[in-house]
């Protein structure tokens, strides 16, 4: 069992900058490959970012060279670093882990993005 706890969104204008984080409990975190997914009201939710447990990261087309996903072991800890935002990525925000072996997954409880413009 993994217990997820997200931080750090906010109300931010237009090209501003904020950092998301998510810690994690109750599992060995360097074994779970981490993601952060956000959510509209009205839409599906979409995968923002995605980092392995090998630290390989992938990016949606939309925030690829604004957003950088990090983690760091020791604080089981997953970051996401958001820059140049725009009103488009108002939405909550999610924490994902997978059992990169087994499949399970685990979901935070998201926390609110919201870009004025």
């Known amino acids: 069992q993994v217990q997820l706890v997200e931080s750090g969104g906010g109300l931010v204008q237009a090209g501003g900058s904020l950092r998301l984080s998510c810690a994690a409990s109750?599992?060995?975190?360097?074994?779970?490959?981490m993601g952060w997914y956000r959510q509209a009201p009205g839409k599906q939710r979409d995968i923002v970012a995605h980092?392995?447990?090998?630290?390989?990261?992938n990016y949606a087309d939309s925030v690829k060279g604004r957003f950088t996903i990090s983690r760091d072991n020791a604080k089981n800890t997953v970051y996401l670093q958001m820059n140049s935002l725009k009103p488009e990525d108002t939405a909550v925000y999610y924490c994902?882990?997978?059992?990169?072996?087994?499949?399970?997954?685990?979901w935070g409880q998201g926390t609110q993005v919201t870009v004025s413009s």
């Open positions: 994902n882990a997978l059992h990169r072996t087994w499949g399970t997954t685990y």
């Open positions: 109750g599992s060995i975190f360097s074994i779970y490959n």
């Open positions: 980092i392995s447990s090998g630290g390989i990261t």
